[in-house]
């Protein structure tokens, strides 16, 4: 199985296109925040597509919630924007809340940079930002789901 994660689009439709595009084979994507318009024009171009979202910081009209859950063959992927876990100054609280929910991984953006953690037997991944990064160009996440463990990898967007 393979997630794709991406974040902070804030207004750049022609990137979150482009990551579907670059990976069509994706079993589930999620959205962290901070791209309320572009993420509904995805949807209706791609309504076969799983799509799951949570609310970002500009996000101020959302419906979406603050913090959910993936849940697949076992494993357990806490997802956030991170606006209100302090994600800026620490990964601390990050950490309890995937401590709190059992979780394998807790994917969260917020920060425009893009990394991987893995501390206290969960993985900390923030895909960076595909409409304002902050270091380097576009980049998401790419989660692979296998019998023994969770892979993930930061990826570059490619025109």
């Known amino acids: 199985m393979r997630i794709v994660a991406v974040s902070d689009s804030h207004g750049d439709f022609y990137h979150l296109n482009r990551v579907i595009e670059l990976e069509p084979d994706?079993?589930?994507?999620?959205?962290?925040?901070?791209?309320?318009?572009?993420?509904?024009?995805?949807?209706?171009?791609?309504?076969?597509?799983?799509?799951?979202?949570?609310?970002?910081?500009?996000?101020?009209?959302?419906?979406?919630?603050?913090?959910?859950?993936?849940?697949?063959?076992?494993?357990?992927?806490?997802?956030?924007?991170?606006?209100?876990?302090?994600?800026?100054?620490?990964?601390?609280?990050?950490?309890?809340?995937?401590?709190?929910?059992?979780?394998?991984?807790?994917?969260y953006g917020h920060t425009h940079i893009p990394d991987i953690l893995y501390r206290d037997g969960i993985y900390l991944v923030n895909p960076g930002s595909i409409g304002m990064p902050k270091n380097g160009g576009p980049t998401y996440a790419v989660i692979d789901f296998t019998p023994e463990q969770l892979v993930p990898v930061i990826k570059p967007l490619k025109d």
């Open 26 to 107: 994706a079993d589930c994507f999620l959205f962290l925040g901070d791209r309320k318009k572009e993420l509904d024009d995805i949807r209706c171009l791609y309504p076969d597509k799983v799509i799951l979202s949570v609310r970002g910081n500009c996000d101020l009209s959302c419906d979406d919630k603050d913090t959910d859950i993936f849940i697949k063959d076992s494993r357990t992927i806490v997802f956030t924007h991170g606006h209100l876990y302090n994600a800026k100054k620490t990964k601390d609280e990050l950490l309890q809340l995937g401590k709190r929910k059992h979780a394998d991984m807790v994917l």
